[in-house]
């Protein structure tokens, strides 16, 4: 079965602060992996994918096959970076399965 | 700029009534999805279309069915409310090839009383 593990549900950390979210996944298959994130009162958008192989707002993410993971990363953090993050493999022509979510707080 | 719109950003109804969510895309996606969003829980797909008048069940299809007559619009449907069914619940439209990254509705907060 498909499967998307995103183990912590919060992650504080401090402004200028490296941050590391985590996501393993299960997954037959080659699936194109994305992260997407939900600021406050705003939709759910596309972060990066792992195929672009980019930064975005200081974003990184390594797709590890081995591992099956896919961590998100940022070197330091900033207090906009405030959000929540879901990671989603997509394969089925289309079709996400999304983790629980990371609910991200930068403090000042 | 593309966009799924969802047709009320909020609802309340009453337990028993038939409840009906509107979502449109106008980037001629032919998948389209509903989840629900709770706390704790992530995202939960409920229903996906890959074309028009097609279906497939989602992870938590119980209570719920959709309907999908023209390619530009999927609407959600909750035939008898519950309060259990309370919840967020986003759209969201991709298609099958090139990039398939999903772009979401704004989201409906339904209120069932």
């Known amino acids: 079965a498909q499967r998307v593990t995103q183990p912590e549900k919060l992650l504080s950390v401090f402004k200028g602060a490296p941050v590391e979210l985590k996501c393993n996944y299960s997954?037959?298959?080659?699936?194109?992996l994305f992260w997407y994130v939900q600021y406050s009162r705003q939709r759910l958008q596309l972060l990066l994918r792992?195929?672009s192989r980019e930064s975005i707002k200081g974003f990184t993410a390594d797709l590890n096959k081995g591992e099956t993971s896919f961590h998100l990363k940022k070197p330091f953090a900033q207090e906009e970076d405030s959000a929540m993050y879901y990671c989603?493999?997509?394969?089925?022509?289309?079709?996400?399965?999304f983790g629980d979510g990371t609910t991200l707080t930068v403090k000042p | 700029d593309v966009k799924v719109t969802q047709s009320s950003r909020y609802l309340v109804k009453r337990t028993g009534e038939k409840v009906f969510l509107e979502c449109v895309q106008d980037?001629?996606?032919?998948?389209m999805f509903w989840y629900r969003q709770d706390p704790g829980l992530g995202l939960r797909l409920i229903y996906f279309?890959?074309?028009?008048?097609?279906?497939e069940k989602g992870d938590i299809p119980e209570g719920y069915s959709v309907s999908r007559e023209k390619k530009e619009r999927f609407s959600l449907i909750l035939e008898s409310a519950s309060t259990n069914q309370t919840s967020m619940y986003l759209c969201?439209?991709?298609?099958?090839?090139?990039?398939?990254?999903?772009?979401f509705g704004q989201g409906t907060r339904l209120t069932v009383v």
């Open positions: 969201a439209s991709s298609s099958p090839q090139g990039s398939t990254e999903a772009f």
């Open positions: 997954y037959s298959g080659s699936p194109e």
């Open positions: 792992h195929i």
């Open positions: 989603a493999p997509n394969t089925n022509a289309g079709k996400s399965t």
């Open positions: 980037m001629d996606h032919e998948n």
């Open positions: 279309s890959y074309d028009v008048k097609m279906k």
